[in-house]
């Protein structure tokens, strides 16, 4: 994907997303999408939500919550 490949050439490194990250990454995205319009949420109400500790960061173990709630499965690997 071009901003993973972009980050890579500013950190001086190529990096090589798999494909199957970038499937994963999109079916997110879609389902992200989804559940905004089906619920008239915003990304901040979302945002406030998921930032448990109101520390106005999403931690990992916050992150990968939020998309146990929205029954995504993701392996520790794609949540990092």
């Known amino acids: 994907m071009k901003l993973e490949e972009d980050e890579g050439r500013k950190k001086g490194t190529s990096i090589r997303i798999p494909e199957a990250i970038i499937k994963k990454k999109k079916d997110i995205y879609t389902e992200l999408d989804k ?7 915003t990304l901040r109400s979302l945002f406030s939500k998921v ?5 106005n960061e999403i931690e990992l173990d916050e992150f990968s919550a939020m998309f146990q709630k929205m029954n995504i499965k ?5 949540v990092e």
């Open 35 to 41: 559940a905004f319009k089906l619920t008239n949420k």
């Open 51 to 55: 930032d448990v500790d109101q520390s």
């Open 74 to 78: 993701l392996t520790p690997a794609e």
